[in-house]
């Protein structure tokens, strides 16, 4: 009928806008075309989930929103992104309520790779959480344990996490650990074009820099950062 034609055209745009880029884009006709399984596909991303892409915050965090707690479960995935946009969007409160209902769903489904990375995703999110709250000890416990449950392959989450063990060595004054954290966390978001990580690592080398009295290094660093 008329709407599985409608439905049939967004879903070939979706699949066109995607195939060249352009996610959000595509996201929207997924919506469109209510084809949950590919909305969920381009919410998570193939390297870079795609609430960190410019312009999708707030249209992926109003569609989290309108989701029934029943989709959320099915797909704990679901809530850790919700968890994180909750996180980006500076609203606090609501962040571990919804890392929680992820590892209440996750007991419910089988244990798989995807699954595990998950575990270790749920920590990752804490351990950023816990950055906003200059929690040192909290940041390195959940920052290990998600570099322990982790897939080697998510490099997004895994150079976030490393980026906040530096932060963390760098307010107990651990400027050896936290430089290393901090340069293998550059090294990693330069390759995979994670910007966030890239400029937080920089400014974390030049504040080291700094603390060494190492002024006309550390200005350098500082002019990189502004380059990004």
């Known amino acids: ?21 352009m996610e959000l884009d595509a996201f929207h006709h997924a919506l469109a075309a209510h084809d949950m399984a590919h909305v969920v596909r381009l919410v998570e991303g193939e390297v870079m989930p795609l609430l960190f892409q410019p312009g999708a915050f707030i249209p992926v965090l109003n569609w989290l929103a309108s989701l ?3 989709e959320l479960d099915a ?22 309520q919804k890392l929680q209902a992820a590892e ?4 419910a489904s089988e244990s798989d790779e995807k699954s595990r990375d998950l575990v ?12 906003s709250q200059y929690d040192v000890e909290t940041i ?41 954290a901090y340069t293998q966390a550059l090294t990693i978001s330069e390759k995979i074009g994670h910007t966030i990580i890239t400029v937080l690592s920089i400014i974390g080398l030049g504040n ?5 009295n190492q002024l006309f290094l550390a ?9 990004w």
């Open 104 to 107: 209440a769903a996750l007991q």
């Open 68 to 70: 029934p707690a029943a």
């Open 120 to 131: 270790g995703h749920i920590a990752a999110t804490r351990a950023a959480l816990a950055v």
């Open 140 to 180: 390195i416990a959940q920052s290990r344990r998600a570099l322990v449950y982790l897939h080697p392959d998510n490099l997004p989450v895994r150079t976030s996490t490393i980026w906040a063990l530096g932060f963390a060595y760098q307010l107990q004054g651990n400027r050896a650990e936290a430089s290393q």
């Open 75 to 96: 797909r704990p995935s679901l809530w850790v992104i919700y968890a994180s946009a909750l996180m980006f969007a500076g609203q606090l409160a609501g962040v571990e």
């Open 208 to 212: 080291l820099q700094e603390g060494e």
């Open 219 to 227: 200005e350098e660093t500082y002019r990189r950062a502004l380059q």
């Open 1 to 21: 009928g008329e709407r599985g034609g409608a439905a049939e055209l967004h879903n070939r745009a979706s699949l066109w806008f995607e195939a060249n880029g």
